[in-house]
Every structure is written in C-alpha cells, then in structure tokens.
C-alpha cells in the first residue's frame, strides 16, 4: 500500500505484534485481556523478510493497543531501529511518556494515534476509562 502513513507515499504494509488489551473499557469489542506479545527478534525478521520480498520502506502496527507494556514496546524499538523504516501505531494517553516516546521516535515511529473518547468525566466513567480530564 502506498500514502497511508502519516501522509506519505512509502509503501507500507500492516503488521501484529501483539494481541489482546488489558483495560475494561465497555465500549471495546476486544475480549481478550491477556495480551499476548511477538518477541523483537521474531518482528524484526517478519520486516526483513517483508523488505526483501516487497521493498517495504514502513509499516503500521495494527495491535489492538501496541503501547501497553513499556518492555515489549523497547524491546520492538531496539529490534527494528537500524532498518530505517518509517511505522506507526495505536496507543492510550496514559501509557506513554516523554522516553518511551523518544525510544519509538528514534526507531521510526512517524505516527502514533490515540482514542479521544470524551470530554466529559461523566461519559469517561460510565465508559469505564481511568482516565481524567486535566484541570
């Protein structure tokens, strides 16, 4: 596929990495809440093989939550940061900070989207999300 990373026009292609997510939030279709993760060694020879067979220059993780366990996520970055391919990937607001969005920068990472649910505390609880709106 081409122009759909961040507005470009690399060919790219969709991967999983990891399946499962361990929130409850009520709106999910996601049943699954022990997540289970791919190994970095294991990822990175998925994306040579996709480089070396369809010229791939970046990709998408399509994980239900890729950002939910902060070794996994160094692991992936550490694994596929010397291919110098652009990704991007689907996260929560409170599961990141300023390193590990540094980590996923400097291996790539181009895009990162986050759900905006609410804006209303009311809403936010009766979804089940933890998280608040900042005063």
Known sequence: MNNRLAGTDIRMTHVLLSRGCPFSCRFCAVQQKKV?????ENIRRELEQLVQKYNIEGFAIVDDNFVVNRKMVMNVCKSVKDLDLHWSALSRVD????????????????ELKF?????????LRAMGKVQHLSK
Request: charged content about 20%; hydrophobic content about 30%; aromatic content about 6%.
């Open 36 to 40: 289970q993760f791919r190994c970095g």
């Open 95 to 110: 599961t990141v900070d300023h390193d590990l969005l540094q980590s996923m920068y400097d291996a790539g990472c181009i």
């Open 115 to 123: 759900g905006v649910e609410s804006g209303s505390e009311q809403l």
